[in-house]
Antibody, heavy 117, light 108 residues
Framework: QVQLQESGPGLVKPSETLSLTCTVSGASINIWHWGWIRQSPGKELEWIGN???????NFNPSLKSRASISVDKSKNQFSLKLSSVTAADTAVYYC???????????WGQGTLVTVSS | DIQLTQSPSSLSVSVGDRVTITCQATQDISKYLNWYQQKPGRAPKLLIY???NLETGVPSRFSGSGSGTNFIFTISSLQPEDLGTYYC??????????FGPGTKVDLK
């Protein structure tokens, strides 16, 4: 059974870089595809980006190249970095497995990141 | 970019009611439409993939249909544990993914 768990700082200052890690258990990080999705308080889900088993990444164009995703095979983890954050980046951030290149399942429990000075 | 709209945005129902939610895409997305359930304070859970395929372990009272631009999600007989927000998500426009705005289902 695949399980995911997000971790990282819950508070980030404006203009700094948000960094989150997703630890995967029950599956090899090498052979699956992975994604990040966020949800601002009371709002809808917003896809951030994916990293594929090839190492290729894709991102939501609305993030204007602020996002990056990488994999640490030795730790079976993948990570999200979002630069130059503002209050608009305050959200619950979820990591998820991208199955068959089409749907996200399962998801981590999510972690709230607040951008504030 | 493909946009998704859902209707209604919210609905109040009774246990045992039939619930129908629609998701409309701004262009043809074939069958590439999925449905998720999100309970308050919890992560979304996949219910239906590729418009009409029930994810393993999901109760058969949930179903989906449609293709092209119009999709329907149905709960045949609402149970108390079904309360929450339901989202559609498309993946025809790869490599980008889009979620709908959600439909909140609560009790009358």
């Amino acid at each position: 059974q695949v399980q995911l768990q997000e971790s990282g700082p819950g508070l980030v200052k404006p203009s700094e870089t948000l960094s989150l890690t997703c630890t995967v258990s029950g599956a090899s990080i090498n052979i699956w595809h992975w994604g990040w999705i966020r949800q601002s308080p009371g709002k809808e889900l917003e896809w951030i980006g994916n990293i594929y088993d090839s190492g290729k990444t894709n991102f939501n164009p609305s993030l204007k190249s602020r996002a990056s995703i990488s994999v640490d095979k030795s730790k079976n983890q993948f990570s999200l970095k979002l630069s130059s954050v503002t209050a608009a980046d305050t959200a619950v951030y979820y990591c998820a497995s991208l199955r068959f290149l089409g749907w996200f399942d399962p998801w981590g429990q999510g972690t709230l990141v607040t951008v504030s000075s | 970019d493909i946009q998704l709209t859902q209707s209604p945005s919210s609905l109040s129902v009774s246990v045992g009611d039939r619930v129908t939610i629609t998701c409309q895409a701004t262009q043809d997305i074939s069958k590439y439409l999925n449905w998720y359930q999100q309970k308050p304070g919890r992560a979304p859970k996949l219910l239906i993939y590729d418009a009409s395929n029930l994810e393993t372990g999901v109760p058969s009272r949930f179903s989906g249909s449609g293709s092209g631009t119009n999709f329907i999600f149905t709960i045949s007989s609402l149970q108390p544990e079904d309360l929450g927000t339901y989202y559609c998500q498309q993946y025809d426009d790869l490599p980008t993914f889009t979620f709908g705005p959600g439909t909140k289902v609560d009790l009358k």
